[in-house]
């Protein structure tokens, strides 16, 4: 029998998982000026991130690390634990889709050489998928904090929506707080408003365009892990100012996936014959 | 158009327009001047060529023949501000940042519909008011020294601790200092809620690499490698920059002070400083933006 592969393993993530939820269904064209702030920090709506970044995916699986995002120090103690394949929520390459950089500066070349040098094979794994697999991973982080399902119906790369009662913008960050590895929240808004209904920004490596989900009469407060400060804080500040009862948090885009890490380690440990590990990736943030 | 239906405003404007008439004849029937010449007077008060492209520094939204009563210059024209400008009887907003959500107040482009809320009451407090919004963002960061760039520094207290400059991101020399001390300094001086550190804040540090708003993670990069002991940012996004410190920082030690894209806010200061020596005859004034955020409990 063959060894199992990384490639395998990834087949095995995207037939379990179910395809992807594409944020805009047809066709996605670069949005008008993508590339004017040189490094992407814009990238078009539709675009799609999964996929192998770095190293050889046919090479056999000797373990798994599952992480937030691969850092270096993440890559190192993978090496440790024996692993050959790291599986990354969030970018680690430089830019938010992984793509090749033409001139690594040093510590992302410091990077890419330890990759080679140790034969790693590191698998980008964030886009909202649709089989239950993948809506469970998605949904880590609300049941994370005791959020059961979310409203049906609405494409997951948009936004998870849930409605709640009896809860407070700061006793759902509290709750956001034991869940996620970061000390640095930032809280647009009034700490003591009831929340009726919370919305999950699920694609927050892409931030652009978050306004619609806070902007749902339904919901009240959006969780992000970032956003374009002069789009969607921007838009926060006005519908505060006009009275509407609107709160905005960020918990980081790296903490925020967290959960999904160890939701999907979870789930691959019993279905592979090779060690599967959560390794931790802290933002390392203060707030003074 | 019918000759009957050319009025005397539009029959003027038509004739400046072929350049018949001295632009200081460019006045509102009250008077004043309109915000079309406003416009056109900043235009050629910066002594650049002007191009709107990339980051759109037109008139965004309001009517070009309004009489102009007052300039207020912001970082952003949040509904907050656009309230205090009123209140001091300014219908000129000069914003650095876009102003309806969309990165270059592209309706086409945006995200936001067309009867949201916030949007429609936005919109309607402008033209109830007679406000024009004119976005200055590139012209205003390449003003001489870079308008922005120096209100940040200006307003950091470091004016005078510059050594060098890395492709428009200056660097400046303080007195070592632990990071702590530092961070609660840019806080304390840019007047913020909270702000976000990364690294070890008992570490001693000293040369400090600055840089505005969100010029792009290849840019923030560089910055990180520019050898000083820290660096101050604005907006970055998170796994590409936060991400390099965090690789970065398992071989080299660094500091990085978040402040947040409003760090630009001071520099419309240096604006409004500077549009005062152009409307000798107008009000004009900064109007500063409060930290939007807050660290909940």
Request: some cysteine; hydrophobic content about 45%; aromatic content about 4%.
């Amino acid at each position: 029998m063959p060894a199992l592969t990384c490639d395998d393993v990834s087949a095995l993530l995207r037939t379990e998982l179910g395809p992807e939820a594409h944020r805009h269904l047809g066709i996605d064209a670069p949005a008008k000026r993508d590339t004017a702030i040189p490094g992407g920090s814009y990238r078009a709506p539709g675009a799609l991130v999964d996929g192998f970044r770095a190293g050889d995916a046919d090479q056999p699986v000797t373990g798994v690390v599952v992480t937030a995002r691969a850092s270096t120090k993440v890559l190192h103690r993978a090496k440790a634990l024996g692993c050959n394949m790291v599986i990354s929520c969030q970018a680690f390459l430089g830019d938010s889709q992984d793509r090749p950089v033409a001139k690594p500066e040093p510590a992302l070349a410091e990077k890419l050489r330890f990759i080679a040098e140790n034969g790693l094979a590191v698998l980008r794994l964030q886009d909202p998928r649709l089989a239950p697999a993948g809506r469970a991973i998605t949904e880590a982080l609300p049941r994370a904090i005791g959020l059961a399902a979310p409203l049906p119906g609405l494409n997951p790369a948009a936004g998870l929506v849930y409605h709640t009662t009896g809860q407070t913008v700061g006793s759902l960050a509290a709750r956001l707080k034991a869940a996620l590895p970061t000390a640095a929240f930032r809280l647009v808004g009034n700490a003591a408003m009831p929340v009726r209904g919370l919305a999950f920004a699920t694609e927050t490596n892409r931030p652009n365009a978050l306004a619609p989900l806070l902007a749902r009469p339904d919901v009240n407060l959006l969780v992000a892990g970032e956003v374009h400060e002069t789009e969607t804080t921007a838009y926060v500040l006005d519908a505060i100012a006009i009275g509407e009862k609107k709160a905005l948090l960020l918990v980081g885009s790296i903490a925020m996936e967290e959960p999904a890490a160890l939701t999907l380690a979870a789930w691959l440990r019993p279905r592979l014959p090779v060690p599967v590990h959560h390794e931790p990736s802290p933002e390392l943030l203060h707030a003074v | 158009m019918p000759s009957s239906l050319v009025d005397r405003r539009t029959l003027i404007f038509g004739t400046l327009a072929a350049g018949l008439l001295p632009a200081g004849a460019l006045m509102a029937q009250t008077g004043q001047l309109t915000a079309r010449e406003v416009f056109r007077q900043i235009k050629a008060a910066t002594g650049q060529p002007w191009d709107p492209n990339p980051t759109d520094d037109r008139i965004i939204f309001g009517d070009r023949n309004v009489p102009v009563t007052g300039i207020a210059t912001c970082f952003l024209a949040t509904i907050e501000v656009l309230r205090k400008a009123r209140a001091a009887g300014l219908n000129y907003i000069v914003p650095h940042e876009a102003s309806f959500y969309e990165r270059y107040d592209d309706f086409a482009e945006s995200a936001v519909a067309d009867d949201d809320p916030v949007l429609i009451a936005k919109q309607r407090f402008l033209t109830e008011n007679g406000m024009v919004i004119q976005r200055l963002h590139s012209h205003a960061h390449s003003r001489p020294g870079d308008a922005i760039m120096l209100g940040l520094i200006a307003r950091l207290g470091w004016t005078g601790q510059r050594i060098e400059d890395l492709v428009g991101m200056p660097q400046v020399r303080l007195a070592p200092a632990p990071a702590r001390e530092v961070a609660l300094h840019v806080k304390a001086a840019l007047g913020r809620r909270t702000l976000r550190v990364f690294g070890d804040l008992d570490r001693t540090i000293s040369t400090v690499s600055i840089s505005a708003g969100m010029p792009g993670e290849n840019a923030h990069i560089r910055q990180l490698e520019s050898g000083t002991d820290a660096v101050l940012m604005g907006e970055v996004r998170e796994p590409e920059v936060l991400g390099y410190a965090q690789d970065m920082a398992d071989s080299r030690r660094i500091t990085v002070f978040l402040s947040g894209h409003t760090n630009e806010d001071a520099g419309m200061g240096v604006i409004a400083d500077w549009l005062k020596t152009v409307f000798p005859a107008l009000p004009v004034q900064w109007l500063p933006i409060v930290d939007p955020y807050t660290t909940p409990a």
